[in-house]
């Protein structure tokens, strides 16, 4: 499509259903990264499927969200995949990008983003919210096939192709549904966490361009939970601290009665609380 711009080629693309010609295709790899995909939004459901009333308000490892906050976070995060698809080249991510804004300066500007949206998002119950976000994910899947080799996004030297920015969202589905099973007080591994990771990793050139940023573990699930700012521990954790909280209570407990036969020798004394014996 000679004179056209990479918004326009994305447009005409999906008007027509093909790509341009000069782009060579894994259909394996493809359908691969589409499998995964789905599978993340399917997991997701059924997990959530899992809450009660009382339970979405759970923590989660997203340490500011409970499971209810990060149901409405899954919900806007899919629209926003949307948008960028709409808008790419040139979406308002992709202008983020290509400033070459460090990873950590970027991740402050996508919690802030996320926050907003979150804020902005109308209440309503952890169902609702899924049924949202698995309806506006399911469509985004549904869109990629004939743009999948399109350019989406770059950052620094790194072209992100539509099909490689589709790959972050289905790792990003995974890492949510572990978020949401360990505050149901489970665990969840995906069925192929080195496709999971690798697809982390081409979709996300900006946490990955370092060599620092080889992975950390040699469990490759473990590795993108690390990547991605979680503590594969958490659930043990969690229940370190209510070891802790039933110690402390005992405690409490123990000292309770001890200060009570203080008082009750302190009366049979004659003494006054806050006196001692030999004290004038």
């Keep these: 499509m000679p004179g056209v711009t990479g918004r326009e080629r994305n447009r005409e693309a999906l008007q027509w259903g093909v790509a341009p010609p000069n782009q060579s295709v894994s259909r394996l790899s493809r359908a691969a990264i589409l499998a995964a995909y789905r599978d993340g939004v399917t997991v997701i459901c059924e997990l959530a499927g899992q809450f009660t009333d009382v339970t979405w308000l759970a923590a989660t490892p997203c340490s500011e969200w409970r499971a209810v906050d990060l149901a409405g976070h899954l919900r ?6 949307h948008e960028y698809l709409d808008d790419a080249p040139a979406s308002r991510l992709a202008r983020l990008l290509a400033t070459n804004v460090r990873a950590d300066s970027l991740a402050r500007k996508l919690a802030r983003q996320n926050a907003a949206e979150l804020a902005a998002l109308p209440d309503a119950p952890g169902p609702e919210h899924i049924a949202a976000f698995a309806d506006s994910a399911r469509g985004y899947g ?6 999948w080799d399109l350019p989406h996004h770059s950052y ?12 972050a969202a289905c790792a990003e589905w995974h890492l949510h549904a572990w978020d949401l099973a360990r ?6 591994r995906p069925a192929d966490p080195e496709l999971v990771l690798a697809v982390w990793q081409g979709g996300t050139p900006q946490l990955w ?19 991605s700012g979680r503590d594969p521990a958490w659930t043990q954790l969690l229940e370190w601290y209510a070891v802790k909280r039933n110690v402390v209570s005992s405690l409490r407990g123990v000292l ?9 020798a302190r009366a049979l004394w004659g003494l006054r609380a806050g006196t001692c014996p030999g004290c004038a």
């Design 76 to 81: 806007c995060v899919a629209d926003d995949y």
């Design 142 to 147: 549904r869109r990629l096939g004939p743009s």
């Design 156 to 167: 620094r030297d790194t072209e992100v192709t539509v099909g490689a920015m589709a790959g």
């Design 183 to 188: 505050s149901l007080g489970k665990d969840y």
């Design 209 to 227: 361009s370092a060599p620092a940023a080889a992975p950390a573990d040699d469990d490759p699930w473990n590795s993108l939970l690390l990547a």
């Design 256 to 264: 309770k009665w001890t200060v009570r036969g203080l008082r009750r």
